[in-house]
């Protein structure tokens, strides 16, 4: 494990709207930016860099009872978490945020691979070992898993595909914020099928999200849009791969049955306005979470992502009251 960089309450840019936000003493510490790596799988993996960079919001030489482990969304990043990370730092010293770049993202090491995925059982594997990295440094600690939009993709089918293996739960809790449930009903059917035929034909040409949304603007909060992300953001990916595209597309289809095998406590957050799910798709999603796990918040005026939207104090307060009102400690 190389430490690569730590500084004190250090601020970036998603874009230019998110830009600010909460100054702490110095004795509270500090979002850390560390490597991990992952143990290859593949004979292609043993000579590759397979070390990705993390970000930890945690006080010194704190114990904390509860680790967040955040999976960032498409086009995003381990900084996302920011947000979040510096709400609890400040007011809960027993919970402590970690967040990891995800491979074929704007942050993978390796550049040829950004924007593309090969096999998106990869992503569940990193979220693994990820957080097989927490427990063994938190080993009391309870493990919650917070996706945001694709990240709650991974979450979900990681999730899904512990349960189905026969192992137990591998987190104790999770959050979806802006989970991607279902396909808009104006999206047009020949427009997905079409992305599928033609990722058979050829899986690495690349199209952007703008050229899948026909050239719609994709409001992203009350003022910002996604192609104003090439703009502000260093990690941005103009453009994906079909076989990407496609993975995200199957992944889409199947969190319906990945819901229902939610056995740990479960919290859904979603915006009203947002431009990848309904609220009423957001809904029917929730709707097959056990009622014993669940637990829903919505914002009617919000858009996709929560947490840097108008309403975000609310989103992470919302959040942070859930997190607390957990068992303190893994049992």
């Known amino acids: 494990m190389k430490r690569i960089s730590c500084k004190s309450g250090g601020s970036r840019a998603r874009m230019a709207a998110r830009l600010g936000g909460l100054l702490l003493a110095p004795l509270l510490l500090t979002q ?14 043993a000579v590759r860099n397979e070390t990705f960079g993390y970000r930890k ?20 990043a381990a900084i996302d978490y920011e947000n979040l990370g510096k709400r609890l730092l400040k007011d809960q010293p027993k919970i402590a945020v970690y967040a990891y770049e995800v491979r074929g993202q704007g942050k993978d090491p390796l550049k040829e691979r950004r924007g593309d995925i090969d096999d ?26 917070f996706g945001e939009s694709m990240g709650a993709l991974i979450v979900s089918h990681a999730y899904e595909n512990a349960i189905a293996a026969g192992q137990s739960p591998p987190c104790d809790a999770i959050v979806l914020s802006s989970p991607i449930v279902k396909f808009r009903e ?15 034909v050829a899986p690495t040409a690349r199209l952007s999200l703008e050229t899948i949304a026909g050239g719609q603007q994709v409001q992203m909060t009350h003022d910002t849009l996604h192609s104003e992300q090439a703009e502000t953001n260093a990690w941005h990916i103009d453009k994906h791969t079909l076989r990407l ?37 957001v809904e029917s999603f929730y709707g097959n979470i056990p009622k014993e796990s669940r637990s829903h918040k919505y914002y009617p005026d ?19 009251r859930w997190l607390v009102k957990l068992p303190n400690a893994k049992n």
């Open 32 to 45: 850390c930016a560390t490597n991990y790596s992952l143990v290859a799988e593949r004979p292609e993996e």
């Open 57 to 76: 919001w945690m006080r010194p030489e704190a114990t904390p009872q509860t680790v967040v482990i955040g999976v960032h969304g498409f086009c995003g």
């Open 302 to 320: 919000s858009y996709h992502l929560l947490m840097y939207d108008d309403k975000k104090e609310q989103v992470i307060g919302d959040v942070e």
């Open 120 to 145: 998106p059982n990869l992503w569940f594997s990193d979220l693994a070992k990820f957080s097989g990295m927490v427990r063994t440094k938190h080993p009391n600690a309870r493990i919650v898993w």
């Open 186 to 200: 104006d999206f047009p059917k020949w427009k997905k099928d079409l992305v599928h035929g033609a990722a058979e």
């Open 245 to 281: 595209l496609v993975a995200l597309s199957d992944l889409i289809d199947g969190m319906p049955a990945c819901a229902q095998t939610f056995k740990v406590p479960t919290l859904v957050l979603n915006g009203g306005k947002d431009f990848f799910s309904s609220a009423a798709d």
